[in-house]
């Protein structure tokens, strides 16, 4: 998790701890940056936050880390472990903690004996980000909105690409997903299809399905695998694309050729695809193409078991 920098075209001095040019940084590896930032970061991949969890108190209790940005560094990491674990509440109290984020506490400059001649903040972005969405988690839609009008100020000043980011969920979490389309772009199966995609992932599984309903009615289904299996010659790793082979696959009454398609996807890359969206849609085409499914469900369940991440909801098998 990088540190703020204060602007985009800001100096070396001013990035904090990453220099304009890298042969001329001093930090060259993740453990230069912040006391076994590397293992964190290892874990975090792997999906077991638990152990994250563990790692941070045990750093904490046995005073590990000695430097402000490398508290700030094991605190997001362990917020972000909280989430993942759909521990909210714990997360509120976490980021209750640091009280406000754009304290002088938190800038470089106010620490000169440990950072010369740096300035700037040393919040991590994803931790502001984290503190605008949180009250969402807890049903506080209006404070998520407050906190990410105040990140979009923020991020203006510094990163526009990251700023487009804050719009983006601002419309989602000020609009309801239909409200995206016009009446003429409802007649685009690609751009329904995409906005299926992103209503699968804030979790509005009802306003998918009907998404995904309106392209089946299109008859565009042949053309839209061709599409999608572009996509996945691009980028092999592409599950949104799978995923959405598969089910234009299932909409053509190809169950064996889309059962096959997510198959192959938690064959090849499991870390990628292992998620909950896939695994209940393969169920469901397990349940319409074969009498025993539920042996095979078990089959699977018990290989997620072995595979998953900590924060995995294997209630998604429907067992």
């Known amino acids: 998790m990088a540190t703020d920098s204060p602007s985009e075209d800001s100096t070396p001095a001013a990035d904090g701890f990453v220099a304009s040019d890298p042969l001329s940084s001093p930090f060259g590896s993740l453990n230069d940056l912040c006391y076994e930032l590397s293992s ?17 108190s045990r750093a904490r209790k046995l005073s590990l880390l000695q430097k402000p940005h490398e508290h700030l560094c094991y605190f997001s990491y362990n917020v972000l472990a909280l989430i993942k674990l759909r521990r909210y509440g714990d997360v509120s109290e976490e980021l209750a903690s ?7 506490i938190y800038q470089y400059e106010s620490h000169p004996d440990v950072y010369p001649g740096r300035s700037g903040s040393m919040i991590p972005f994803a931790l502001r980000w984290i ?14 909105l407050d906190r990410l009008y105040t990140l979009l100020d923020f991020a203006r000043t510094r990163w526009m690409r990251k700023g487009r980011g804050g719009w983006g969920f601002l419309r989602m979490c000020g609009r309801g997903g239909r409200q995206l389309l016009s009446g003429r772009c409802r007649d685009d199966p690609a751009l329904v299809s995409k906005l299926g995609c992103i ?24 053309r839209l695998v061709r599409e999608y299996e572009e996509c996945i010659e691009r980028d092999g790793s592409d599950v949104v694309a799978i995923n959405n082979k598969a089910l234009c696959l299932m909409y053509l009454r190809d169950l064996s050729d889309s059962i096959k398609v997510l198959e192959n996807a938690l064959e090849r890359v499991p870390t990628i695809a292992l998620n909950e969206t896939l695994v209940v849609n393969l169920c469901s085409m397990y349940e319409l193409a074969y009498v025993n499914h539920s042996d095979i469900k078990r089959t699977l369940s018990n ?4 595979v998953a991440p900590d924060d995995f909801d294997s209630s998604c098998t429907r067992i």
Request: proline residues 2%.
């Open 98 to 104: 640091l009280e406000d984020l754009d304290h002088s």
């Open 40 to 56: 964190l970061q290892e874990l975090a991949t792997r999906g077991s936050w638990r152990s994250i969890l563990d790692k941070v």
């Open 303 to 306: 290989w997620i078991a072995r």
């Open 131 to 144: 503190h605008a969405e949180i009250p969402l988690k807890l049903g506080k839609r209006q404070e998520t």
């Open 199 to 222: 209503q699968l992932q804030i979790g509005d599984l009802e306003g998918a399905k009907a998404s995904f309903e309106l392209v089946e009615k299109m008859g565009k289904e042949e």
